[in-house]
T-cell receptor, first 113, second 116 residues
Framework: DAKTTQPTSMDCAEGRAANLPCNHS???????VYWYRQIHSQGPQYIIH???NNETNEMASLIITEDRKSSTLILPHATLRDTAVYYC??????????????FGQGTILTVHP | NAGVMQNPRHLVRRRGQEARLRCSPM?????VYWYRQLPEEGLKFMVY????????ESGMPKERFSAEFPKEGPSILRIQQVVRGDSAAYFC??????????????FGEGSWLTVV
């Protein structure tokens, strides 16, 4: 699986947009970019995923660069409840190992009043 | 639409006892995964199962750990002769296995095992 690099921590003011970057320069053409978050003492929560087009859902937007070597997760109006560890994951497509998500250290996002 | 259900949420075992963790996947999901999160560490993949089959167990410790997903009933992660180092959060996840590469894996709330 391609390796991802994320900043260790970020701060964001409540109500502002939170932009979380992720570098995945070795991504292969058939690998998806997934984002999960983990609030303390809870299970990872799926946020969004994409292949090469930008994606948006009720939680967030995902912007993937044209060369697919990096992406940005955008939480448009961060709230205190968005404080969590955010994981950017590149997922192998197909085969018996496609269920194996490799979680790195993630980005600790702290939303403050 | 119930999510991935895990029980027990918290389990305390003495060293040498057995721990059994159960996981019911989301409705319609036939693929189950187990992950472990040691204190202050990231989640690590353990095993991937489909009904009655182990697909990938590359993350399972070689001894004392086993997993199953029978034709009927929940998936079970079994840890025999637990040691203090087994104390961790164990997360189950599931997916529907459809649509090739883009199907999403959803996680449960975890089972916290404490070995005393």
């Amino acid at each position: 699986d391609a390796k991802t690099t994320q900043p260790t921590s970020m701060d964001c003011a409540e109500g502002r947009a939170a932009n979380l970057p992720c570098n995945h320069s070795t991504i292969s053409g058939n690998e998806y970019v997934y984002w999960y978050r983990q609030i303390h003492s809870q299970g990872p929560q799926y946020i969004i995923h994409g292949l090469k087009n930008n994606e948006t859902n009720e939680m967030a937007s995902l912007i993937i660069t044209e060369d697919r070597k990096s992406s940005t997760l955008i939480l448009p109006h961060a709230t205190l409840r968005d404080t969590a560890v955010y994981y950017c994951i590149v997922r192998v497509a197909g085969g018996t190992s496609y269920g194996k998500l490799t979680f790195g250290q993630g980005t600790i996002l702290t939303v403050h009043p | 639409n119930a999510g991935v259900m895990q029980n027990p949420r918290h389990l305390v075992r003495r060293r040498g006892q057995e721990a059994r963790l159960r996981c019911s996947p989301m409705k319609g999901h036939s693929h189950v995964y187990w992950y472990r999160q040691l204190p202050e560490e990231g989640l690590k993949f353990m095993v991937y199962l489909q009904k009655e089959n182990i697909i990938d167990e590359s993350g399972m410790p070689k001894e004392r750990f086993s997993a199953e997903f029978p034709k009927e009933g929940p998936s079970i992660l079994r840890i025999q002769q637990v040691v203090r180092g087994d104390s961790a959060a164990y997360f189950c996840a599931s997916s529907d296995g459809q649509g090739n590469f883009g199907n999403t894996i959803y996680f449960g709330e975890g089972s916290w095992l404490t070995v005393v």
